[in-house]
């Protein structure tokens, strides 16, 4: 078992499949950047909210607006690699760790998710 275990018992649990489902089309959609958007809680249903990627390199990163973030009941931050495989990335697990918010991270490249979960946190 390497650095970062596979999710999927983790992902299957959590995360409906039609949500799974809206962010992989959104992903696929544009392959050349990330993609990035909010999974809220709607009145317990959890629904994917597509959010612009304000980054100035939007091929190799993502950023979401704070405010999307302050808004909404975000229960995951999802983001798409379109140069790489699902595994976070040094900045992903900073970035969820100081949020506090689990990322789900879809790779175009290879058509799988990885669920970064932080469980340290």
């Known amino acids: 078992m390497g650095r970062f275990p596979e999710r999927k018992d983790i992902l299957l649990d959590k995360i409906p499949e039609e949500v799974l489902s809206s962010c992989r089309e959104y992903s696929k959609k544009n392959k050349k950047e990330e993609c990035c958007g909010i999974i809220v809680n709607n009145n317990n249903k959890l629904i994917?909210?597509?959010?612009?990627?304000?980054?100035?390199?939007?091929?190799?990163?993502?950023?979401?607006?704070?405010?999307?973030?302050?808004?909404?009941?975000?229960?995951?931050?999802?983001?798409?690699?379109?140069?790489?495989?699902?595994?976070?990335?040094?900045?992903?697990?900073?970035?969820?760790?100081?949020?506090?918010?689990?990322?789900?991270?879809?790779?175009?490249?290879?058509?799988?998710?990885?669920?970064?979960?932080?469980i340290g946190v």
């Open 48 to 118: 994917f909210k597509p959010c612009n990627n304000i980054s100035n390199d939007r091929k190799s990163f993502f950023m979401i607006d704070p405010y999307e973030i302050i808004d909404n009941n975000v229960e995951y931050i999802f983001h798409s690699h379109c140069l790489a495989g699902p595994r976070p990335s040094s900045s992903d697990i900073k970035s969820s760790i100081e949020l506090c918010i689990p990322f789900l991270i879809y790779s175009v490249l290879s058509d799988s998710f990885y669920l970064y979960d932080n």
